[in-house]
């Protein structure tokens, strides 16, 4: 069985899986976006094996013009998916909204932003609908507004709950200001607050890790995206200057990337890595690093192969604005 962690009121697989890739064109599938069944197949195949969280946002879309693309996926292989209503009950469909696509195609740009109340009622709605659901388990809030402070922005967040279209609530890409201030706001998980956070964090980026103590000390989930490196930069896990996980896979008989799945887990106790997949093969063997206990020297000499703490070239740090 998959080991289990908390998420607010849920209980979870170790790892979830992100569905981002399977709306997104991509370089090893480039036809995937135009063969849905393919996508939802690689769902199914998550399911059946036990991951009962999937992550999904309004913008995962191959075009500025087809948000909800992911959703409408998650939603179909959610609902197709051939299994009792009990384990249906126990699958946690994850979202996220407060980005807007522009034409031009950028789709982190910090001009595409909107938190305004009306922008996430509308947003919320729209995506339970694309889902097929009459509440959203799990919503986060995807980044940061600049036009508003972000007191305002999370003040809206939280009143998506009284909105009735959200169970639980989360945010994304927050810094450990950001995420204390939030709390301060809206509470704990047990205060019916904040359940998740979910920020980009690997072997390769390590940046903001003081979230991850802030997420611990409350019994935040923290559930990051990218975990196995993102999607230009993975297989360097594997070679150059992190060979040490493929040293150690060789003598375990396992992936890389199971190494460093289990590395996340083994560190973190609320950590819940999402690691995105275009193939079952892929996620089935990122299940795989749920089952491998590390020891202490290992961990050691994993740590010692990462780079130094940092943001990569080109990293966009969301900077809000608060409240005086």
């Given at each position: 069985m998959i080991p289990q962690r908390k998420l607010g009121p849920y209980q979870v697989s170790a790892i979830g899986l992100g569905c981002m890739h399977l709306s997104i064109p991509n370089k090893r599938n480039p036809n995937l976006v135009n063969e849905p069944d393919q996508g939802i197949a690689v769902i199914h195949a998550a399911l059946d094996a036990g991951i009962t969280l999937l992550d999904t946002a309004d913008i995962y879309a191959p075009s500025w013009n087809s948000m909800g693309h992911n959703e409408i996926l998650v939603g179909k292989a959610f609902h197709s998916w051939s299994a009792s209503p009990e384990q249906k009950s126990k699958i946690v469909l994850a979202t996220k909204a407060g980005i807007t696509r522009e034409e031009n195609g950028t789709m982190f740009g910090l001009s595409g932003?909107?938190?305004?109340?009306?922008?996430?009622?509308?947003?919320?709605?729209?995506?339970?609908?694309?889902?097929?659901?009459s509440k959203i388990p799990l919503w986060q809030h995807h980044r940061t507004d600049?036009?508003?402070?972000?007191?305002?922005?999370?003040?809206?967040?939280?009143?998506?709950?009284?909105?009735?279209?959200?169970?639980?609530?989360?945010?994304?890409?927050?810094?450990?200001?950001?995420?204390?201030?939030?709390?301060?706001?809206?509470?704990?998980?047990?205060?019916?607050?904040?359940?998740?956070?979910?920020?980009?964090?690997?072997?390769?980026?390590?940046?903001?890790?003081?979230?991850?103590?802030?997420?611990?000390?409350?019994?935040?989930?923290?559930?990051?995206w990218a975990p196995l490196g993102g999607t230009n930069s993975f297989s360097k896990i594997a070679t150059g200057e992190m060979g040490v996980f493929n040293t150690i896979a060789?003598?375990?008989?396992?992936?890389?990337?199971?190494?460093?799945?289990?590395?996340?887990?083994?560190?973190?106790?609320?950590?819940?890595?999402?690691?995105?997949?275009?193939?079952?093969?892929?996620?089935?063997?990122?299940l795989v690093g749920t089952t491998i206990e590390l020891t202490t020297d290992e961990i050691s000499e994993l740590n010692q192969s990462c780079p130094l703490d940092g943001p990569l070239e080109g990293e966009l740090l969301d900077l809000p604005k608060f409240r005086a």
């Open positions: 932003r909107n938190s305004s109340k009306h922008y996430l009622y509308r947003a919320v709605e729209a995506s339970a609908s694309k889902m097929g659901l600049p036009s508003i402070s972000y007191e305002e922005q999370f003040e809206n967040v939280l009143s998506l709950k009284e909105h009735g279209y959200v169970e639980a609530i989360g945010v994304s890409n927050v810094n450990a200001q950001m995420l204390l201030r939030a709390i301060e706001i809206g509470g704990t998980p047990e205060q019916g607050g904040i359940v998740s956070v979910q920020n980009e964090f690997s072997p390769r980026y390590r940046l903001w890790a003081d979230v991850i103590d802030i997420c611990t000390q409350y019994g935040i989930a923290y559930l990051p060789e003598e375990r008989g396992v992936s890389p990337y199971a190494i460093t799945i289990a590395w996340h887990l083994a560190q973190f106790p609320t950590s819940i890595p999402i690691p995105g997949a275009s193939t079952s093969a892929s996620i089935l063997d990122s």
